[in-house]
């Protein structure tokens, strides 16, 4: 069929997304122009059907003719304007053009760049043409709230005359939200109702008042919306992923994995909380925490250490919301006064008291974890593979891991409050640069040792074969040995969102490696080489220290020399920090290993056992078209570059509720001018010596591009996060929590980031 009416095929392979929907409109009794579709059989042909679009055109007058791609107006695309239209084609031969030119737009250069930012293969075109309406006033109803994503809430842009001012923006348009009762709240109320996303509604009036619907497609920009809840509404969402610096989705899998560990950590705390799968990233329901009277008082100065600055200015609103207004005998928090209380506090102050003691018990802890998380000899069958996977962790070095560590973070926290009106925050993160025993830090050094060494032969082929090239090469055994092989048998298990079981650990590819050699190799200045950095910031921080010492001696006697007594233990114990999921991240490598191999008995394609989760691998059956759809939703929302940092059970965003201003964090002092480098991938990511590292997030598998950074700039984050600290141990200026920076400023832009001021400005 290569002309078909309106409404007499929803096929979208055929009519294409605009033609299904709109023929789904006509099915439903919506008032729409008459009209009809050249479908994608015609295009494949490459020959417009005239004798078939002049008997359907006969007696409708002037036209709109419009595009409908097979991927146009879903609801992971729209396509909005990359195609072509021609309105007012008011014969055969016009509409036969217009047919041409549709057909046309889709190898168009923006088209075409459109479909390469969202990784999608050119589509099969088909066109609709339409009565054309002689519109009295038009516009776009969205059925909820474009902006804050809120799903109860309506808009309408509206302004006299066709749509076309509307959308293109040369109109004076009104905006407001439609009334109860009125036609255009009752129509997005049927559009809802009818296609059960949010809709972005395209209508005409005529000069009769008369209504006509001229197009629903999906608002493609709207994060996903909270599950139903039954609990006291509205509920508050916050994103938990950006912690572990991990703002694209979870797999299915290392979703499952993810939300036992993180619900059992916070239960260990005597903390109640949720953890709910939204858009694919981790989300906690902290309504009832802000509901409890006792817990809210705390819950802001709380989220300081891991969610930063942007989530405390969201949680001081929901504070003061009376919806979350503190409702006693909330369920949230159990008080536990018992004897894990004690230990708490035992291992804390032991620590403090003996940090080097401290110090070899968590090296130690970290080396017994990492034994146990081998798999035991002799599995062979999926039975036993997945009781190795379902076994929980086991071993007596929680608490050699966890109290040092504590310990490091509170006598590092502590001294600001102590020496408040004497240290300047920026000194205090000075005197933090430099420690030791960082093994985020010992593995970018090890990495910058690597490409120190490489062979003057080799530096060419390292330099300009692109990493995932060398990546290829290196797993066929193709490239000459440079010790790799020795990096990759202590960090392998490391990877870009190492959290998720369902991401490939740089064992499996290790092209982000060769990104930082290569990255590495650029550095020819000795005074920026990455091990010179961190000694000067080393120095740096104990001369602060030794200079704070000197300060606080006649000014402040007894708290001066209690902070002065922390941060000398910070020094020794902060470092650590990073070895709880370093050495948690074996028994991770470990389970996805054996994963893989259940994945090669039951899947053709062993990775997308990782689309399923245990109780699915277990249950049996055929899943190929489950696994396809998580796919397909998981690369659609890998391409999200904004993630809520809180949503309210009704879709709303809420930052989106507060003021703008400056939003920017010291998290690293130090000023410096540079180019922006604008990155999404750390595994493709060129960064030349000095540029400025600006990123929506960071994890340990980013830090190696720190090496030879001049800055960072991150839109996320908390002061002690992985990448702020590790910014600081090198004496990189770092600003976090930048709202938008990936897109406020462009790569190559010249930029100012001053760590001390907490402010990133074009230079």
Known sequence: MRV???????????VGGKGASLGALVREGERVPDGFVVTTEAFAEGVVPRELIAERWRGMGAVAVRSSATGEDSPGVSFAGQHDTVLGAGDVDAIVAAVEKCWASVRSERAVAYRERHGLGEPLMAVVVQRMV????????????PVSGRRDGMLV?????????????????????????????????????????????????????????????????????????????PRVYVEFG??????????????????????????????????????GRLYGDLSDLARHPSARKRLVKLMAVDFGPRAQAVMEHVLADPRFAPVPGSPAIKVERSLSVWRAVSGILRSLARPADARRRVLDAAERLRIAAEPPPGLRTTAERMAFVRAEDGGDSADDLTWPI?????????????????????????????????????????????????????????????????????????????????????????????????????????????????????????????DVR????????????????????????????????????????SGLREYGKFAGLHRLSAVREQLLLIGEDLLEN??????????????????????????????????????????????????????????????????????????????????????????ATTDPAWTPLFLTAGGLVSETGAVMAHGPTVAREYGLPAVISVRDATT??????????????????AA
């Not at 002689?134 to 709230?145: M, N």
């Not at 209508?203 to 809840?229: K, N, Y």
């Open 406 to 530: 504590v310990a490091g973070l509170l006598a590092g926290a502590v001294p600001g409050e102590l020496l408040k009106g004497i240290a300047t925050p920026a000194e205090l993160q000075t005197v933090l640069g430099g420690v030791p025993d960082n093994v985020t830090i010992e593995m970018d050094l090890a990495l910058w040792r690597i490409a120190r060494e490489v062979p003057p032969e080799h530096r060419e082929t390292l330099l300009g074969t692109p990493p995932q090239a060398l990546a290829a090469l290196h797993l066929a055994g193709k490239l000459p040995e440079i010790g790799l092989e020795e990096f990759i048998r202590r960090y392998g298990h490391r990877g870009p969102a190492e959290a998720d079981l369902g991401v490939p650990r740089w064992s499996e590819d290790p092209a982000g490696i060769f990104a930082a050699i290569a990255n590495y190799l650029l550095v020819t200045d000795p005074d920026q080489a990455p």
């Open 744 to 761: 406020r400023f462009s790569d190559g832009q010249l930029i100012t980031v001053d760590g001390a001021a907490g402010t990133v400005t």
């Open 606 to 695: 062993p990775a997308d056992i990782m689309f399923l989760t245990l109780d699915e691998v277990e249950s049996g059956g055929d899943h190929r078209r489950l696994i396809a759809e998580r796919r397909a939703t998981y690369e659609a929302e890998c391409r999200r570059r904004h993630v809520p940092v809180a949503l309210l059970s009704d879709g709303t965003d809420v930052e989106t509720l507060l003021a703008a201003g400056n939003d920017g964090v010291g998290a690293s002092p130090g000023r410096v001018t540079g180019r922006a480098r604008i990155v999404h991938d750390p595994a493709t990511a060129r960064i030349e010596p000095g540029e400025i590292l600006v990123v």
């Open 242 to 279: 950006h912690v572990q610096g991990m703002l694209r989705p979870v797999t299915p899998m290392g979703m499952s994995s993810l939300q036992r560990m993180i619900a059992a950590m916070m239960a260990s705390l005597g903390v109640r909380a949720e953890i709910v799968d939204i858009g």
């Open 134 to 145: 002689t519109a009295a006033r038009a516009g776009v109803l969205f059925t909820a709230d």
């Open 4 to 14: 078909v009416g309106l409404g007499e095929s929803l096929e979208v392979g055929l």
């Open 534 to 573: 961190f000694a000067r910031a080393a120095a740096r921080g104990e001369a602060a220290l030794d200079e704070l010492a000197r300060r606080v001696r006649w000014r402040r006697p007894l708290r001066g020399r209690l902070a002065i007594w922390l941060l000398r233990r910070a020094r020794v114990l």
């Open 157 to 233: 842009e509206a302004a006299a005359g066709p749509g076309s001012g509307v959308v293109d923006g040369s109109a004076e348009v009104q905006r407001y939200s439609p009334e109860a009762g009125t036609a255009l709240r009752e129509l997005g109320e049927r559009m809802r109702a009818l296609f059960g996303t949010p809709q972005d509604v395209e209508w005409a009036e005529d000069a009769d008042g008369t209504l006509w619907v001229l197009q629903s497609r999906p608002i493609t920009t709207l994060f996903p919306a909270p599950p139903a809840h039954e609990g006291p509404l």
